[in-house]
């Protein structure tokens, strides 16, 4: 079984903190992915990466960094959290054949306070 | 761009009716289509899947079937149970590494 193991299931942080995400995949997958999912928006796309040290900016990437040193693992950093970050946000991971589906980790609710 | 636009819900149905959740897409070229299943508190986890025109994902008692002609990809089940109650989306290939989204749909099964 594909295993994506995010490091926190609820976090909450006050305004201006510095805030990490991990995630972890067992799956030697080249690409990683960090989306923010919101009622009545969906899933969106913040950063993905296909390689280490390599990341693209997705839909929604102010406000947000990633940092990807190892192929394992892939972190989401709010620089300065703000209220408006309040979200679940949730890792995916995908192999190199982009018709593969994607396998999600089980979110971090994060509340910003 | 690429877009998917689902069926707004709650979809509201008592255990064993029938099921639809329309889905539609804009896309360049031939994408991947999906269905994924989101179950209170987790992640989401992929439901069925269709890689090319007429072909028809299968699982679970769900299906949906790759229509080009229509631009859908709409999702099925016979009889519903209260287990299926959950938020589902569907998504497409958009690219060479991401997926599009839609909103997602959420259905209510009641015993």
């Known amino acids: 079984d594909v295993k994506v193991t995010q490091s926190s299931r609820y976090l909450v942080k006050r305004t201006g903190e510095k805030v990490f995400l991990e995630c972890v995949q067992d799956m030697d997958h080249e690409n990683m992915f960090w989306y923010r999912q919101d009622p009545g928006l969906g899933l969106r796309l913040i950063y993905f990466s296909y390689d280490v040290k390599m990341k693209e900016k997705g839909d929604i990437p102010e406000g947000y960094s990633v940092s990807r040193e190892k192929k394992e693992r892939f972190s989401l950093i709010l620089e300065s959290a703000s209220t408006n970050q309040t979200s679940m946000y949730l890792c995916?991971?995908?192999?190199?054949?982009?018709?593969?589906?994607?396998?999600f980790g089980n979110g971090t609710r994060l509340t910003v306070t | 761009g690429d877009s998917v636009t689902q069926m707004e819900g709650p979809v509201t149905l008592s255990e064993e009716a029938f099921l639809t959740i329309n889905c539609t897409y804009t896309?360049?070229?031939?994408?991947?289509l999906f269905w994924y299943v989101q179950y209170p508190g987790e992640g989401l986890q992929l439901l069925l899947k269709a890689t090319k025109a007429d072909d028809k994902g299968s699982n679970k008692g769900f299906e949906a079937t790759y229509r080009k002609e229509t631009t859908s990809f709409h999702l099925e089940k016979g009889s519903v149970q209260v287990s299926d109650s959950a938020v589902y989306f569907c998504?497409?290939?958009?690219?060479?590494?991401?997926?599009?989204f839609g909103k997602g749909t959420m259905l209510l099964v009641s015993p």
């Open positions: 995916a991971i995908r192999d190199s054949n982009y018709n593969s589906p994607l396998h």
């Open positions: 896309a360049t070229g031939y994408p991947s």
């Open positions: 998504a497409l290939n958009s690219g060479y590494s991401t997926l599009t």
